[in-house]
C-alpha cells in the first residue's frame, strides 16, 4: 500500500511539473516564476523550472566511472541517450549521503544533457519577483538569492551557474590529461 501512495505521489508531482510548461505566457506576464522545492539532508533550496529541462525520480542505475572529479556519481542511461550524473550537494559542498539521492534534475543542451542527483523534490510552487531576495553575502557561488515563500526561506540555486562550472572543469580536466 504504501509503495501505491509513493507511485501516486510521484504521479502527481510529475503531472504539476509538466502542467508548469505547458501554462499559458500569461502567468509568466503576472511575474510568477516557478520553483522546485528541493531537500539536501537538512537544507531546503529553490530550483528555477525556468533552468531545467526535466526532473525524474532516479530508477536507473548510476554505473560509476573512473574520474579526477569528485562531485561525478557517473552515468546513467535515459531515452538511450548517456548522461553523467553530478551530485548536487556536493557541488554545493554540503556534506552528501550518496545513496541519499532520489531525485534528478536535467540541465545543459539537449544534445549533451547534464543530470544532477538530490534527496528529495518536495512541491512546486510559484513565487513573484519580490520574493526572491539578491544575496548580499555569499553562501557559495551557485547561490544566487534566498526565496520567501509563505513561512518558509530557501537558498536559490543557480543551475545555469552549475552548468556552466561542470562544462569549464570538464574541459580543464580534458586538457590536463591531453
Given at each position: 500500500m504504501?509503495?501505491?501512495?509513493?507511485?501516486?505521489?510521484?504521479?502527481?508531482?510529475r503531472?504539476l511539473?509538466?502542467?508548469?510548461?505547458?501554462?499559458?505566457?500569461?502567468?509568466?506576464?503576472?511575474?510568477?516564476?516557478?520553483?522546485?522545492?528541493i531537500?539536501?539532508?537538512?537544507?531546503?533550496?529553490?530550483?528555477?523550472?525556468?533552468?531545467?529541462?526535466?526532473?525524474a525520480t532516479?530508477?536507473e542505475?548510476?554505473?560509476?566511472?573512473?574520474?579526477?572529479?569528485?562531485?561525478?556519481?557517473?552515468?546513467?542511461?535515459?531515452?538511450?541517450?548517456?548522461?553523467?550524473?553530478?551530485?548536487?550537494?556536493?557541488?554545493?559542498?554540503?556534506?552528501?549521503?550518496?545513496?541519499?539521492?532520489?531525485?534528478?534534475?536535467?540541465?545543459?543542451?539537449?544534445?549533451?544533457?547534464?543530470?544532477?542527483a538530490?534527496?528529495?523534490?518536495?512541491?512546486?510552487?510559484?513565487?513573484?519577483s519580490?520574493?526572491i531576495?539578491?544575496?548580499?553575502?555569499?553562501?557559495g557561488?551557485?547561490?544566487?538569492?534566498?526565496?520567501?515563500?509563505?513561512?518558509?526561506?530557501?537558498?536559490?540555486?543557480?543551475?545555469?551557474a552549475?552548468?556552466?562550472?561542470?562544462?569549464?572543469?570538464?574541459?580543464?580536466?580534458?586538457?590536463?590529461?591531453?
Open positions: 504504501a509503495a501505491s501512495k509513493l507511485e501516486s505521489k510521484i504521479e502527481e508531482m503531472r511539473f509538466d502542467e508548469s510548461f505547458a501554462a499559458a505566457p500569461h502567468e509568466q506576464v503576472a511575474g510568477l516564476e516557478p520553483m522546485l522545492a531537500t539536501m539532508g537538512s537544507d531546503h533550496f529553490a530550483v528555477p523550472v525556468r533552468e531545467i529541462s526535466g526532473l532516479l530508477t542505475k548510476v554505473v560509476p566511472v573512473p574520474s579526477r572529479v569528485p562531485e561525478l556519481l557517473g552515468l546513467t542511461g535515459v531515452r538511450g541517450i548517456v548522461v553523467p550524473v553530478f551530485s548536487l550537494a556536493e557541488l554545493l559542498g554540503l556534506k552528501s549521503q550518496r545513496e541519499q539521492a532520489h531525485w534528478l534534475v536535467f540541465c545543459g543542451e539537449r544534445q549533451s544533457p547534464i543530470a544532477l538530490f534527496d528529495a523534490m518536495e512541491r512546486m510552487f510559484e513565487v513573484s519580490s520574493e531576495i539578491a544575496r548580499q553575502e555569499s553562501r557561488r551557485y547561490i544566487s538569492a534566498t526565496v520567501h515563500h509563505g513561512a518558509s526561506l530557501r537558498a536559490l540555486i543557480s543551475i545555469s552549475l552548468v556552466e562550472h561542470i562544462k569549464t572543469r570538464g574541459a580543464s580536466e580534458r586538457r590536463r590529461s591531453s
